[in-house]
Nanobody
Framework: VQLQASGGGLVQPGGSLTLSCAAS????????MYWHRQAPGKQRELVAT???????DYRDSVKARFTISRDNAKNTTYLQMNNLQPEDTAVYYC???????????????WGQGTLVTVSS
């Protein structure tokens, strides 16, 4: 299984970006999807969660600004980011918990990071 993240870039404060994370390979079920970020000099932090059942959760600092969603047919998760602020600058990583067959344990897979820079 491989995850390919895309969509990062430079945006001005108040702007928007949408990140994508596409999974490929031997996929039976995606149990959960996550977006994390790591700012320079800081620890990686969980930003958004979307479970197979549709439960979503966000860290407080991004609530009402970020939206996590998915396209099941494409095994892809998205992170719509609105009203971006300089403190959102970070490398964003996607993570999906994937099972390769019925009854098999699901494992966490990670995409490469994509850099989001918010600056005027």
């Amino acid at each position: 299984v491989q995850l390919q993240a895309s969509g990062g870039g430079l945006v001005q404060p108040g702007g928007s970006l949408t990140l994508s994370c596409a999974a490929s390979g031997n996929i039976f079920s995606i149990d959960a999807m996550y977006w994390h970020r790591q700012a320079p000099g800081k620890q990686r932090e969980l930003v958004a969660t979307l479970t197979k059942g549709g439960y979503t959760d966000y860290r407080d600092s991004v609530k009402a600004r970020f939206t996590i969603s998915r396209d099941n047919a494409k095994n892809t998760t998205y992170l719509q980011m609105n009203n971006l602020q300089p403190e959102d600058t970070a490398v964003y990583y996607c993570n999906q918990r994937i099972s390769s067959a019925y009854g098999k344990v699901a494992y966490d897979y990670w995409g490469q990071g994509t850099l989001v820079t918010v600056s005027s």
